[in-house]
């Protein structure tokens, strides 16, 4: 990664504010973070009380607020500045791009315009390439990531962790350093079960 490049505080769109987590937003990001219907297609376990939220922020973002080319941002309508989603992209090996968006905000288009966003930043901090996979169940996030540029490699099957469930992913990849015929191997090295689709 190229490290002259500032991640910059703030990003805008037509409609949106991307920005960093705050204290003050705990009680957005609990709001999202304990719908066990959003929380179908994440890692973790619906959040039960505020205090788990207040530690879940503090630990996933407030405390990476710094990183260098780090990317963990929320999402906002201009409107009201409160937190309806967050972005981020995982600054290990897989630079995996990761988002969540409120229920009343979906199917809108604000997903996509928020990532086009942090895209461009990711260009210009010079990162290789991203990832991101999908539960084959959600294929609503799969339009996200084709709409980012970004093209179907495999599919595999991952016991997830800590919900213990067998999840059907499909990975996607774009290369932004001109290396068109890269792909990301990690996935389909671990799990036995891999293959490729047709017509996804």
């Not at 973790?44 to 990183?67: H, V």
């Not at 992209?89 to 229920?103: C, I, T, W």
């Amino acid at each position: 990664m190229n490290n002259i490049h500032k991640t910059p505080t703030q990003l805008t769109t037509d409609r949106l504010l991307i920005r960093p987590f705050t204290p003050e937003d705990t009680d957005a990001f609990f709001a999202l973070m304990s719908d066990r219907e959003i929380n179908t297609f994440l890692p973790w376990f619906p959040l039960q009380t505020r205090a788990e939220a207040e530690q879940f922020l503090e630990e996933r973002y407030l405390s990476r607020s710094e990183e260098p080319d780090g990317f963990h941002y929320a999402i906002c309508l201009k409107t009201d500045n409160i937190p309806i989603g967050y972005i981020n992209v995982d600054v290990g090996e897989s630079h995996d791009f990761g988002y969540a968006l409120r229920r009343d905000c979906q199917h809108k288009g604000i997903m996509t315009e928020a990532a086009l966003a942090v895209l461009e930043e990711i260009r210009k901090a010079g990162i290789p390439y991203i990832t991101a996979t999908h539960d084959v169940k959600n294929p609503a996030s799969g339009k996200v990531m084709k709409r980012m540029g970004m093209t179907y490699r495999y599919s595999y099957e991952e016991p997830w962790q800590p919900k213990n469930i067998l999840v059907t992913f499909r990975m996607y990849q774009l290369n932004l350093d001109g290396r068109k015929d890269r792909v990301y191997m990690e996935y389909w090295n671990r799990y036995p079960v891999h293959y490729i689709e047709k017509d996804v």
